[in-house]
Each structure stands twice: as structure tokens, then as C-alpha cells.
């Protein structure tokens, strides 16, 4: 993602993935220090407001 803001956004295999950081207080419950979930969309135009759900 060259060029962009969106940090938060990552391209795989043409997917746009979202990767959200997991709050201190549930990271040692859940195992996890970040999400990434697809958002279904192939351009950076569709997946920008799709990522906005998560933020």
C-alpha cells in the first residue's frame, strides 16, 4: 500500500484486510495483540469505508 494513510489496511492476493490492535485487558484472555479480518473488497476505494465498521 504504497502512498496510503491506511496503515490499518493491508493487501493480500488482491484482498483488502483490516488489522485492529486488541485492548491491554482482553489481549491476555484472547491470546491475541491484533485482528485482521478480510473486508471483502479488491479496491482501496470500497475498502476504506468498509473499514471504518471496525475502527
Known amino acids: ?6 496503515s490499518h ?5 488482491g484482498m ?3 488489522r485492529v490492535r486488541v485492548p491491554n485487558s482482553l489481549r491476555e484472555r484472547l491470546g491475541l ?5 478480510s473486508l471483502g473488497s479488491f479496491t ?6 468498509l473499514a471504518l465498521r471496525y475502527r
Not at 500500500?1 to 491506511?6: A, E, L, R, V
Not at 495483540?33 to 479480518?37: H, I, K, N, P, Q
Request: aromatic share 8%; proline share 4%; charged share 30%.
Open 9 to 13: 489496511l493491508s493487501r493480500r492476493n
Open 16 to 18: 483488502y484486510y483490516i
Open 33 to 37: 495483540s491484533e485482528v485482521r479480518r
Open 1 to 6: 500500500m504504497t502512498g496510503s494513510n491506511s
Open 44 to 49: 482501496l476505494k470500497t475498502a476504506r469505508p
